[in-house]
């Protein structure tokens, strides 16, 4: 659900419990970098058989359902991004019809996103600071909740401006209340930070003031049945190549949302099932970019084996990179498969946090789902 700044999301955007280690070694990429696998992946092993909650996110695609509809037992929550809210508070869209009948065919919980479409600044901007549309909203919240028959609303409104922090947390509140009253819990998705300084180059303070400052951790969990806290897209389309959620980022984020006070019980921790590649790219009028897309693991692999390139395992970032040439530039990788989920999953019991978000069904590894047992339903 996080959605790119230019683009799509931002993507940074438990099942039961995980794996044996020979399932954990089953799930490495490349049986032939022969590495062990990460400390915390082995911890989450040795973890008490308390079973995170499993949130996957969806979209209306052909990918994405059919993974859902083939581990819907490894599912605690399905989240569709299929609805968005207006500069008015009005709230359209639906629930795909296959998605609704597996989720309730499987006992899967429904909790459809809300959006502010294409994370439009000056939408999200007078929604929360609007004190008629604010309650515009949280009405149309609840009718939602209400009309679809759903566990839960999460909120996944983003590109809000560090100004607006509080206006959102008292948004937060009024429509929280709202939704309780109709029988829904309500969450949010929020982008990360790990501290508050907000950097020195143009690029680190525009991140920070328009996506990864704007949210108030403690007040929102208050308020909100829980946060689901987006450790992924540290690197996106717009930045230089790196890892889509590196450790020692996701370490420090988590680190920090904790010390704000947020209790671990109200925090689901975002886990990337995309990997991101970067390539150049012309308009075609003799202008030239970098471009980084999110990409499914199954078609980045094929790409990077039709360019002969091996990927490595970098063992502080815990993920895979690949970098090749292809007619004497070079293009890079950054990849999220089963062993990258697995030590980033260790995080989730080591703290002792309520669960998992993962954006986004249909792109991860398919060995992902190896090293998640069922949900207790």
């Not at 419990?17 to 992946?41: D, E, I, N």
């Not at 911890?43 to 909650?53: I, L, S």
């Not at 998992?356 to 047992?373: A, F, K, M």
């Amino acid at each position: 659900m996080l959605a790119r700044p230019a683009g799509h999301r931002y993507d940074w955007r438990m099942p039961r419990h995980a794996v044996l280690p020979r399932a954990l070694a089953a799930a490495t990429m490349f049986a032939a970098a022969g590495a062990a696998a990460p400390a915390s992946a082995q911890a989450a092993t040795r973890a008490p058989a308390q079973a995170p909650e499993a949130i996957w996110y969806i979209r209306d695609d052909s990918a994405g359902i059919a993974s859902f509809a083939a581990h819907a037992d490894r599912i605690t929550v399905i989240a569709p991004q299929t609805f968005a809210i207006d500069s008015a508070g009005t709230i359209r869209g639906r629930i795909p019809p296959r998605i609704a009948e597996l989720a309730r065919a499987h006992g899967v919980k429904l909790m459809p996103l809300v959006m502010n479409p294409g994370f439009d600044l000056g939408i999200l901007h007078h929604i929360v600071t609007d004190r008629g549309v604010r309650t515009a909203s949280a009405r149309s919240f609840a009718a939602l909740c209400r009309r679809e028959r759903v566990h839960g609303i999460q909120l996944d409104l983003e590109n809000l401006h560090v100004d607006d922090r509080d206006a959102f947390t008292a948004f937060a509140r009024e429509v929280a209340d709202s939704v309780h009253a109709a029988g829904c819990q309500l969450s949010a998705a929020v982008v990360p930070r790990t501290g508050d300084d907000r950097g020195t180059r143009p690029y680190h303070r525009w991140m920070y003031d328009y996506w990864r400052g704007a949210y108030d951790y403690r007040a929102l969990a208050e308020a909100l049945d829980f946060l689901s806290y987006m450790t992924y897209a540290q690197h996106t389309g717009g930045s230089t190549p790196g890892p889509v959620a590196g450790w020692p980022w996701m370490v420090a984020s988590l680190d920090y949302v904790l010390a704000e006070g947020v209790p671990p019980e109200k925090l689901s921790l975002g886990l990337a099932g995309y990997s991101d590649h970067w390539y150049p790219q012309s308009d075609g009028r003799g202008g030239s970019r970098t471009v980084g897309e999110d990409v499914g693991y199954g078609p980045l692999m094929a790409a990077i084996r039709a360019a002969g390139a091996t990927p490595r395992w970098d063992a502080t970032q815990r993920a895979w990179v690949a970098m090749w040439e292809s007619h004497g530039v070079f293009e890079h990788a950054w990849i999220e498969d089963a062993r990258a989920f697995a030590a980033k999953l260790g995080l989730v019991r080591r703290h002792r946090l309520r669960g998992y978000s993962v954006w986004l069904i249909g792109l991860e590894d398919p060995r992902t789902w190896s090293i998640v047992g069922p949900v207790a339903r």
